[in-house]
Every structure is written in C-alpha cells, then in structure tokens.
C-alpha cells in the first residue's frame, strides 16, 4: 500500500456526501479555492488500521458533461488525477436521480464503490434495496450507509482498504449495457477517432461524450480530426443522440432498481404525506406566504444567536477604559490608540463574528433539511426582474441583516457570473445599521412622516438594483444568463453536526481572512480621526470632510456631515456617534466606532441630541444625508469581504468607487426633490 492513499468523494447535490467527508476527516481537514476558481474546495485526511489515506470532496454535481464549472472540475479530477479510489455517493431513496452519476462513471478507469447512504430514509418509505443484488448487477461494491447517524462507516473503509489493495490493472469499474442504435453509434464514432484520443481520457470516454455532444470533447477531437472527419463526426451524432444516450443510462437505471428494490403496498401513501407540505410550500402564491414565514423565524434565530456576543461589548468598552486608565501617565495619543483604534477595532470584528454565526447555523439549517433550494424556486420569477435567478434572493434577503452575510451568502449561486453580479449589487440591500440610522434621524426631522421616507428608500434601492443590474450585465460583466435548473430534494431530519461544522467551517473562513482587515480598518478611521491635534474637530477626517464642502454643498449639507458619512465606512452605524460628536453632544473617540450609540438615558438625551440637530441641520440636509448614507461606499467590513469572495482588487475597487458617486447622486436629487416638497 502507498504511503498516502487518494479517496475522492464525488455526487449529485444533497446526497449526504458532506457528511460523510466530516465524518470520516473530523477536525483533519481544510476548505479553500479550486486553482482559478471560486468553487469550494475541501481535502482532509483519515487513518484506517494504520494506513494514511488523504480524502477529497468533488463539488457536488448532476453528471460529469462540461456545462459547468463543477462538472468540469468532478471529471478533470478524476481522469486526470487518477484517484486510488472513487466513491460515488448515491441517495437511496432517490435512486432514479442519484444513480446517474454513478453510470457516467463507467467509462472511466478508476476503482468505484457506490455508498448507498439514507437507507433509512427510502426504508420509512416503504422501499427495502438489497445491496447485494445491486452491487453484483452495476460490478461494484455497493455500501449502504446513514451518514447521519454513522451506520455503515467501517464497511465503507473496509471497502476503501481493498479497493486500494487489489491492485488489478483490468478490473472494471461499473458495467454499463449499451443497445441497439446507441450502441451502433458508439462503436462508429469510436473506430472514427481510433488512435487520435490523447492521454489520460480513453476511446470509450471520449466516444461517449461526444454522443452527448460535450463541448470540451468536441474541441479536443475537431483538433486532432481531419474535415472529412469531422463532416462523418457531425453526421453520426445529430439528430438528438444525446437524449437517446440518457435513456439508455436511465433503463440501465431502472434495470437495477427492478432487481434490487422491493416496495411495500403502503409506499405511495407515505410519499404522498411527504409531499403534501411541498405542494403547499412550492405553490406559486401560498409558497410565498409560508417562504416569508420561514425567513423571519430564521431571521429571529439568526438574532437570536448573534445577541449573544451583546455581553462581549460590554466587557471591550471595560477593557478600553482598563487601557485608557492604565496609560493614562503616557502620553495621550498611546492611550487613544489602544483604547479607541486597536481594542475596539477587534471588539468590532468579535462583535461581529458572532453575528455571522448565527447566520452561518441557520443557511447551514435550511440546506440540511432540504428547504433552501425551495426559496430559491419561490422566488425566481422575481428575480428574473432583475436579470438574476431565484438563488440569489437569499442573499439580498441576507443583506438586509447584514451586508457582509449577503456577500459570503452568494456561495449558494452556482454560476460565476451570476454570483459576481450577486456579490455586487448586494451593498445596494440597506442593512440593519442603515435601518437605525435612519429610525433614528427620521423620528427627529420627519416625526409620523418617516415610515414615507423608508418606502421612498425601498423604492429607490429597487430602481437602483434594477439598474445596476442592467448596467453590469450590458457593459461590464457580459455573457449569457442562465435560468434556474435545479432540484428539490426530499426533506431530510436536521444533522446538527453537519450544520456545525457547515457554520464553523465558514466562521473560520471569516477569522482567517475578514478579522484582521477589520480590525485595521477601525484604526486607521481613528488615526484619521485623531491627528494631528487629537481633537475630531481639527483631524484629518474633519479636514476631509471640509474639503467635500463643494460636493456637500450640492446636497445641503455641511463638513460634519460629510465627516459623518465617511466615518460610517467603518459601520453604517457609526454615523450616529460621528454626528453627535461632531455637533458638540459626545464625548470621547471610542463613540465613533459604533459600540457606543446616542440612547434615551444615556449622557446625553435624545431630547437634547436631537434639540441641537434640528438647531444645526434642515429636514432636507437630513433627507439627503439619510439617502446618500444609504447608497454609499459598503462598510469596511463589506468591502473587505467583498474583496475576500471575487479576489480581485479590480472589482473591489470598482464597487466601492461606483457607490461612492451613486451615494453623491442619491444625496443631491434627494435635496433637491425635498427643496421642493418641504
């Protein structure tokens, strides 16, 4: 046996696959990007009577044909890597759909085993498969497994040690049967490119991919393939071969099933139960109502949990006062920077990974049973409004809690181009940091009138997603749409392990990568904000902001609030510290960041706050504030986690400088709309 075993997992979404992966990998493993693509990639590594073995997860996919880049990633892999071993994980209880893969696999030359996982489930539907009959008819080991409550792992690794010690150079993998004119075709398109296939794919592949009328079989072969070659290649393969190859897989699909299932009388009626909450969640118009009840018990939840880092707050302003009082004898810009840039700089991106938690355990909840592909069903129709499908909703629903959930919530769109387009127009979704600001400054200049100004928001956030999506999609990131092509899988019982490991496995992502820029970005807002003279009133921040006075002037307002909307880079928040700091009613820089707000009982009154508001600002500087605050720049955070899921300065800084004049835009026609309302 070699000293490092390679086992690949590869299946069609929601067959349980990941659960087998951390399941058998545990703590052992890492999660990053495929080379060139922002696909999930996941490797771990296990030990089995003493010998090493190193586990990768394919990207889950419905077939190995180069329509995406999943698919491509799965058989480059395979063909190319040339796995010890091949474990195709199959869903018992969807055995028509999940079987698929497994029979794509059998022109390959690698060593395969079919996990049969959720035995229990296609039990509790009546359905009982004997795995033998089903092993000795496909000429593969055949393991049946609940990964959820792991049954059948030491048969599975049992059959990984042989399958890795037989080390016949002619076994077969899965035994396919070809017939009639599908067959014909087979053999006259093998005998046309007979000795003209190049390494690692073989005759028998290539044959059949181009029958299915695969594009990167297609360019590989018109290469190495004469005119008239090509003429006869085009000829043999017209006319709908490809459907009549997935027939074919799909009798040898029910072949099986035939001999190895046996269903109970009561079958039917049990599915029949499982689908009666379906027909109601996926109706066109009762699947919105029961959608958006599901969303704000998640959205609670995910609030829920995020709270719990409130008391963490508490103890960051302790420790800052701690710092400040300590190095109170030094000089003053020393204890500044520890307490106001560097301690509350990481209380922020601690504050807010608790948030993201709380977000990360309810997706991970939602896709484990089986309900996250249905919102994105739901709501496609309205997504194609805006030049996107249903996938992307969750997202932008995500982004109004929190732009940075929005942002990492796009890994759920399996186009890239579709994904970037996401990824960008989520800073237009307002936040719940907006949402304050805007509560707050409404109640004060527009009393009952406000609730007009957040559906005046509403719609122009919509005419702004609706138009930066036109406008990527014309000029910038072209290509062609695609439309929602997915499936619903059954309802599954919640595995709470594998949603943990789902959230934390993204929760780290966002430690490793999101803390640190985080936490500098705070600092370098309070460097800004303290020198020269350490008084905001003389700063650089202030001195910027007089410098926007022209621009200011256009939309009616004046250098603090201008300063006001550059602080709120760091949180959306932070525009109310900013603003009752600057407007002579806050004491101390530590308020700047947003740990600190301007509430009822505070130090402060909101009676004596918004007294001298209205003393210094008009209605119609504060509607343009609160509009050009609303379409800004993203948060430091946003544009850090941003930068994290394209990886390109290029669309970061383009993202950025695109809101920063949609914000100015905003801010001017709102003042000069509320010149003539007000």
């Not at 009982?601 to 007294?611: D, I």
Request: glycine residues 8%.
């Amino acid at each position: 046996m070699k000293a490092n075993n390679v086992v690949v997992l590869a299946g069609q979404p929601n067959t349980g696959k990941s659960s087998i992966f951390n399941r058998l990998t545990g703590s052992n493993q890492h999660v990053g990007n495929w080379p060139g693509k922002t696909i999930e990639k996941k490797e771990g590594a296990f030990k089995f009577k003493g010998h090493p073995y190193q586990l990768v997860d394919l990207p889950g996919t419905y077939s190995l044909t180069a329509n995406s880049a999943e698919e491509i990633i799965t058989r480059d892999y395979i063909i190319k890597k040339h796995p010890d071993v091949l474990v195709v994980v199959v869903d018992a209880s969807q055995l028509e759909r999940t079987l698929y893969l497994a029979a794509e696999t059998s022109m390959l030359q690698v060593k395969i085993i079919v996990a049969l996982n959720m035995t229990d489930i296609a039990e509790k539907e009546g359905r009982k498969i004997c795995h033998e009959a089903m092993g000795k008819q496909m000429g593969v080991m055949v393991i049946p497994m609940v990964a959820s409550k792991n049954i059948g792992f030491s048969e599975l690794l049992e059959a990984i040690k042989a399958s890795v010690e037989n080390h016949d150079p002619d076994e077969k993998s899965i035994q396919q049967e070809f017939e009639g004119e599908v067959l014909a075709r087979l053999n006259e398109v093998k005998s046309l490119i007979k000795g003209l296939v190049p390494s690692p794919f073989t005759e028998d592949w290539m044959a059949l991919k181009l029958m299915e009328d695969d594009r990167e079989a297609r360019e590989i072969m018109r290469k190495r393939l004469g005119p008239d070659q090509c003429l006869h290649l085009d000829k043999i393969i017209n006319n709908g071969l490809a459907l009549l190859v997935a027939d074919s897989r799909y009798k040898w699909i029910q072949k099986i099933i035939d001999t190895s299932e046996t269903k109970s009388h009561d079958t039917k009626s049990l599915l029949d139960k499982r689908n009666k909450f379906d027909k109601v969640a996926t109706h066109p118009v009762w699947g919105m109502f029961v959608a958006l009840g599901i969303l704000f018990f998640a959205i609670v939840a995910a609030m829920s949990i995020g709270s719990l880092g409130l008391p963490f707050l508490k103890t960051v302003s302790l420790v800052s006062d701690g710092a400040r009082i300590l190095l109170e004898p030094g000089p003053e810009w020393l204890s500044s920077m520890m307490a106001d840039g560097l301690i509350v700089g990481v209380g922020i991106a601690t504050a807010l990974s608790f948030f993201l938690m709380g977000v990360f355990i309810v997706v991970g909840f939602l896709e484990d049973v089986g309900y996250l592909p249905r919102l994105a069903y739901v709501f496609d129709l309205f997504m194609h409004g805006i030049g996107l499908h249903g996938k992307s909703f969750m997202p932008f629903l995500m982004g109004f809690c929190c732009n940075i959930s929005g942002v990492l919530g796009t890994r759920v769109v399996d186009s890239w181009r579709q994904r970037l387009i996401t990824v960008l127009l989520i800073p237009i979704i307002p936040c719940y940091g907006i949402w304050a600001v805007v509560s707050f400054i409404g109640t004060i200049f527009f009393g009952v009138k406000t609730p007009m100004v957040v559906f005046a928001l509403l719609i122009t956030a919509a005419l702004h997603l609706a138009l930066t999506s036109f406008l990527l999609r014309r000029f910038i990131v072209k290509g062609e749409s695609t439309g929602l092509i997915m499936e619903l899988p059954p309802y599954h019982k919640p595995n709470f392990k594998t949603i943990w490991t789902y959230a934390w496995t993204n929760e780290k992502g966002y430690l490793k990568r999101g803390f640190s820029i985080i936490a500098m970005a705070s600092f370098i807002v309070w460097f800004f904000s303290y020198f020269p003279e350490g008084k905001i009133e003389t700063s650089f921040l202030a001195s910027t902001g007089s410098f926007l006075n022209p621009i200011g002037n256009l939309m009616g307002c004046d250098w603090k609030l201008m300063a006001a909307l550059i602080v709120a880079v760091v949180a959306k928040e932070s525009a109310l510290p900013a603003i009752a700091i600057l407007y002579g009613t806050g004491q101390g820089l530590s308020s700047i960041t947003g740990l600190a707000s301007v509430t009822p009982g505070g130090e402060h009154t909101h009676n004596e706050l918004a007294s001298i508001l209205m003393q210094s600002i008009s209605p119609e500087s504060a509607l343009a504030f609160l509009f050009a605050l609303t379409f800004s720049i993203p948060c430091s955070a946003t544009i850090s986690v941003l930068y994290t899921e394209t990886r390109s300065l290029k669309w970061t800084a383009g993202a950025s400088a695109y809101y920063t004049l949609s914000s100015l835009v905003a801010g001017i026609l709102a003042y000069q709309a509320a010149l003539l309302i007000f």
